[in-house]
């Protein structure tokens, strides 16, 4: 019989860390921290091939399960002395998810499962406690009807606000027992008006019906989002984990927390969390309540009056401390910790890597590296690649007015400034059509997952440092302040009121996860410095990794913004993209609308100086690296004149009626222009275009290397080739007009010719092509377009629905198609290396800059990528890590 319960605690340890992908990440954590001695309260896991095998066979319990199940209940029951359902002295359960990786608030939790009407009195006369029993019951009511029986939880949050308003009361821990029972009472009719049938009393269809909603919400919109933004398998399923009780709600004696072992706002060594006395876990992670810090120093420092853990429990704060330490360096890496203090007595519920900011990411990296603790190796695998993006964008003008109109927790730094939505599906669809947004919530939930996503950053009135909104907005990389309790949030009315002012949804606003402040209108910002742990991470990072990285830039701005985080050259300069500027565009105009060679080169001739100052520019910048410049590839219709004035600015220009340049005009137009007359096509039929922007090139290649000294390394690339007859002809003029400036100017520099492969006949025609091109740049844009048969800039009409169907695993314009565009690569690579040895290779799409993309390049050996300037990080230790892997 194949085995799907695993027990855990009392001695017992039937998993390890490395189970993940069985037990799940709780699951086995679980059992490790069992198996090295920790105080874990006994329990079992459910593994994740049980839940793919319940969907498999329609969403039912098999004979087996149910055994095991009950074998393991025993296991628990052994250990605490307790009996599942018994009314005098019950055991009772918890009931949570356990992904392979953490997916937090995605999936289901059920406390305090086992309590009924019988049951709460033996918990009420076993612990001493009538009001920590009532409480208990109530809670799981409210718990067990909102997870499993679906029953809107605000409903129970009304009623309770109603009792508390009735008696004078302000905080769920001054109502006494004989209120918790007449809630208890209120609860369970409110479910069996909105269910028709009563509140399930029977303690093993209560684990049954949690354990199929735990199941059950791994299927939900919420986990779905997270799972596609977080590119997590939808075919790896949930553990479920069923572990006895312990309880942090019974008096001032017992707490419940979340902690970590380093700041992972700030990857600072020290403890960081919060903890509340007489309260149950859901209380901290909910922002249903203000927690207290956790140690005295964090109290002092936010100026906070409630005593910190350290000061109130000092003797399970010392043991605290101690499991600390020990967690860490047991799993060599920052942990992410639950706890529950039960009448003094500490408790483990759950560890796990903690999420962290870029910035934390980088610190605690470099740190533990530099402790001994990892290698350096280890280091540079422990960042995420995409998220450095965090700390490469700019952030708020310390000299800039703030009009600062309330202030929160700084639960994920970095800053954002947006309209304000206070819904997250109205933040999904204003985000959708190019707005930011600001999401403005009382308290985030799971189900703002997409809004969350959607948003530039977060706001919330209620909840701490580890809310549900902190945590997310961490790990997605989110700008969030929350806990800003001044605020007054009406969404349904679309405002939030402070200090007698009014915002509305609309209204701009930016916030500071960095400070917690929150600011009306809009912030400037300045460019971030990147030194410290960053630059040591890839002074790390570049020892170990084989590609090279460049840049796609066509800028001085572009290019020093590249050689500034570390660009090893340009990988391509889109030259149509020079030809925009307002003092170019009537001559470029003029070229193209001319109807013979001599207007052509009238205009090419006024347009010769100002490519040369701009090739000029490129080659100082980047001393002596290579520039890959692919000459002219405009898709006509972008450069055509459209409107009167600028029909008649080109014909005076070129001295010609305006009638002929509109007939002209619509001899050109293309039905479509993105495989029409473009590319390589264009100088085949007019090679004085590439002419001039050879002569270009080499003249201020031969300028630079002059002045300078250092010579620079031009790659002239030729668009859009499908043949080599095609390359050819272009070398041919390329080669000519370079000889032609050598013999001018008394200096020869050296260069390449090759092509830009984006077409899937040049990709299985490589050979050939190679025999004249020195290079290829896989222009993975056009070349994932041309594959598919799909426009990129149409194509978000129906690609979303195909990634979440499965037809793409991922969006084939942000991450490569290996299997489609990917083997095309491939072909190109094997029959261009075989005709030429020392062919380069790289890519130039914006897929240079994605790191599943940058590991397919280092795996098929390619010799560079490149990304746009602000990308180049992110692939120079996607690359590293790329390498280590195959290592």
């Known amino acids: 019989m194949t085995q799907y319960v695993y027990r855990f605690g009392g001695g017992v340890s039937e998993g390890k860390a490395g189970d993940k992908n069985l037990l799940g990440g709780k699951g086995a954590n679980l059992a490790e921290m069992a198996s090295i001695g920790l105080p874990v309260p006994p329990g079992l896991t459910i593994s994740t091939e049980m839940c793919i095998r319940y969907y498999e066979e329609g969403e039912r319990f098999p004979d087996e399960l149910r055994q095991q199940v009950a074998a393991g209940i ?127 009393q029977d303690v093993n269809d209560q684990l049954w019906g949690a354990v199929g909603a735990v199941f059950g919400s791994w299927q939900s919109e919420r986990a779905k989002v997270y799972r596609r933004i977080n590119d997590i398998s939808d075919a790896w399923g949930t553990a479920v984990n069923v572990q006895a009780m312990v309880f942090g709600n019974m008096g001032d004696t017992s707490a419940t927390g979340v902690a970590f072992t380093r700041d992972p706002s700030k990857g600072d060594r020290a403890y960081y969390g919060e903890f509340l006395i007489n309260a149950q876990g859901e209380d901290v992670v909910a922002g249903i309540r203000t927690p207290q810090y956790l140690t005295k120093a964090a109290r002092e420092a936010a100026g906070a009056k409630p005593l910190s853990m350290e000061e109130a429990m000092p003797d399970v704060y010392a043991e605290l401390a101690r499991v600390f330490d020990l967690l860490e360096t047991h799993y060599r890496d920052m942990q992410d910790i639950e706890f529950t203090v039960q009448q003094g007595k500490l408790w483990m519920l759950q560890t796990r890597s903690g999420k962290r900011t870029a910035k934390a990411a980088l610190k605690i990296a470099i740190d533990m590296a530099n402790e001994g603790l990892i290698t350096e190796e280890e280091a540079i695998a422990r960042v995420d690649p995409a998220a450095l993006d965090q700390l490469l964008h700019p952030t708020l003008d310390p000299a800039a007015q703030r009009d600062v109109i309330a202030k929160g927790l700084p639960a994920s730094p970095g800053a954002a400034s947006g309209v304000v939505v206070f819904d997250a599906d109205h933040a999904e669809k204003r985000a959708a059509a190019g707005e930011d947004v600001i999401l403005v919530r009382v308290e985030t939930s799971p189900e703002d997952i997409h809004g969350m996503h959607a948003a530039r950053g977060i706001l919330t009135a209620r909840g701490g440092m580890t809310s549900h909104a902190a945590v997310v907005a961490r790990g997605m990389g989110r700008p969030c302040v929350s806990g800003a309790g001044s605020l007054a949030i009406d969404g349904k009315a679309g405002v939030m009121r402070v200090a007698g002012r009014e915002v509305r949804e609309g209204d701009v606003i930016t916030i500071d996860g960095a400070s917690g402040e929150v600011m009306m209108g809009r912030v400037p910002t300045v460019q971030p410095e990147l030194a410290g742990d960053f630059g040591t991470l890839m002074v790390w990072a570049d020892k170990v990794r084989r590609l090279k990285v460049r840049a796609n830039a066509e800028t001085p701005l572009d290019a020093r913004t590249a050689r500034d985080f570390g660009a090893e050259g340009i990988g391509l300069c889109r030259t149509e993209h020079m030809f925009f500027d307002a003092n170019r565009i009537t001559a470029v105009r003029q070229m193209i609308l001319a109807e013979d060679e001599a207007g052509r080169r009238a205009a090419l001739d006024r347009l010769l100086p100002e490519q040369r100052k701009d090739f000029t520019e490129l080659f100082d910048i980047m001393a002596g690296l290579p520039v890959t410049i692919r000459l002219l590839d405009p898709p006509l219709h972008e450069f055509l004149p459209h409107e009167e004035e600028e029909f008649a600015e080109v014909a005076a220009a070129a001295g010609v009626a305006v009638d002929v340049l509109k007939r002209r005009a619509a001899e050109l137009h293309e039905v479509n222009p993105m495989l029409g007359h473009r590319g390589c096509r264009l100088g085949v039929t007019y090679p004085e275009i590439y002419e001039m922007q050879a002569r270009a090139i080499f003249e201020a290649a031969v300028d630079v290397a002059e002045k300078s000294g250092a010579a620079p390394l031009p790659e002239v690339m030729v668009p859009l080739v499908a043949t080599r007859r095609e390359l050819e002809l272009m070398k041919a003029v390329i080669d000519r007009t370079a000889e032609a400036v050598f013999a001018e100017k008394g200096r020869r520099v050296d260069y390449l010719v090759g092509t830009m492969i984006e077409l899937p006949r040049a990709a299985l025609m490589a050979g050939e092509i190679a025999e004249v091109g020195a290079f290829f740049s896989f222009g993975t844009n056009d070349l994932t377009q041309t594959a598919l048969g799909v426009s990129r800039d149409d194509a978000s009409r129906f690609l979303t629905s195909y990634v979440e169907q499965g037809i793409y695993p991922k969006d084939p314009f942000v991450s490569l198609d290996v299997e489609g565009v990917g083997e095309l690569i491939s072909i190109a690579k094997e029959r261009g290396r075989k005709t030429r040895a020392d062919l380069k290779l790289g890519i130039c799409g914006e897929h240079g800059g994605d790191p599943a993309s940058i590991a397919f390049c280092q795996a098929t050996g390619l010799d560079y990528v490149s990304c746009s300037p602000y990308r180049v990080p992110i692939a120079r230790l996607a690359a590293a890590q790329a390498a280590l892997k195959r290592s």
């Open 74 to 200: 025993a296991h628990i029951e052994g250990v605490t002395g307790k009996k599942f359902g018994d009314a005098s002295d019950p055991l009772l359960v918890s009931v949570r998810s356990g992904a392979r990786v953490s997916m937090p608030g995605m999936m289901d939790t059920v406390l305090n499962l086992g309590l009924n009407d019988q049951t709460v009195e033996g918990l009420a006369a076993a612990s001493g406690d009538a009001r920590f029993a009532w409480d208990s019951y109530r809670r799981f009511i409210q718990m067990y009807s909102d997870v499993v029986l679906g029953v809107d939880h605000y409903l129970f949050e009304e009623a309770l606000e109603i009792r508390k308003e009735d008696k004078g009361l302000l905080l769920d821990t001054e109502l006494a027992a004989e209120d918790w029972q007449a809630l208890v009472g209120v609860y369970k009719k409110k479910v069996e008006e909105a269910l028709g049938h009563p509140f399930p």
